[in-house]
């Protein structure tokens, strides 16, 4: 069975400030993707990167990085700069495609970034 | 390239009435996802299609629930006799292939009166 864990529920920043969600995830499969996804207001899911079970490097986008830490089974999303317009909820989810990549989603966190 | 469509946006209907949903995917995206998502939680799985085929179904689907893909194209997601439980999002999810990420739709916001 699969299981993605999103323990923080809410995050409050101030825009400008930095923000690391966590994300750990369980899984017996050996080949497997980890996923964030991010829902603004108007519901929408919006893809924001995969990793592969075999890729532990960091990456960064802009203001976005993950760092993906097998040894932990986490896969967490820091937003550099937070700008009101990350407001929103942020999901983790786990495919494999021993399982039909069906997507297992964590609780999400929600973003609210102030002026 | 046009992203998945899904039709209603919005549904209202009374408890015991059928309802029907519509999935476009992405052009050539031979697989397409079922989630649902109630408020506050994150999308669960329902069934997938490769290509016509359906391939796997959640025991969250229970036999009320229906889902076909005809040609290989559009999806629907049938639910009969609704019930207040039912109220939640629906939303649809293509992908190319078996490894490619998933690209979602707006949903379909149920509410049962």
């Known amino acids: 069975a699969q299981k993605v864990t999103q323990a923080q529920t809410e995050i409050s920043v101030v825009e400008k400030e930095d923000v690391t969600l966590d994300c750990v995830y369980e899984t017996r499969d050996t080949t497997y993707y980890l996923f964030w996804y991010k829902q603004p207001p108007s519901g929408e899911l919006v893809f924001l990167i995969r990793r592969n079970s075999f890729d532990e490097q960091n990456e960064i986008s802009g203001r976005y990085s993950w760092n993906f830490q097998k040894s932990t089974s986490s896969f967490n999303f820091t937003i550099t700069a937070s700008q009101v317009v990350d407001s929103a909820v942020y999901f983790c989810?786990?495919?494999?495609?021993?399982?039909?990549?069906?997507?297992?989603f964590g609780g999400g966190t929600r973003v609210l970034v102030k002026p | 390239d046009t992203g998945v469509s899904q039709d209603p946006r919005h549904k209202i209907t009374k408890r015991g009435q059928n309802v029907t949903f519509r999935c476009d995917p992405i052009?050539?995206?031979?697989?397409l996802y079922w989630y649902r998502q109630t408020l506050g939680q994150g999308p669960e799985f329902l069934t997938y299609f490769q290509n016509e085929a359906q391939l796997e179904k959640s025991r969250l689907l229970s036999d009320r629930f229906s889902a076909e893909r005809p040609k290989g194209s559009f999806s629907t997601l049938e639910i009969q006799r609704t019930e207040q439980g039912d109220s939640a999002m629906y939303l649809c999810?293509?992908?190319?292939?078996?490894?490619?990420?998933?690209?979602f739709g707006d949903g379909t916001r149920l509410s049962i009166l």
């Open positions: 989810a786990l495919s494999a495609p021993a399982a039909g990549n069906k997507l297992t």
């Open positions: 052009s050539e995206h031979n697989r």
């Open positions: 999810a293509s992908s190319f292939e078996r490894d490619q990420p998933q690209h």
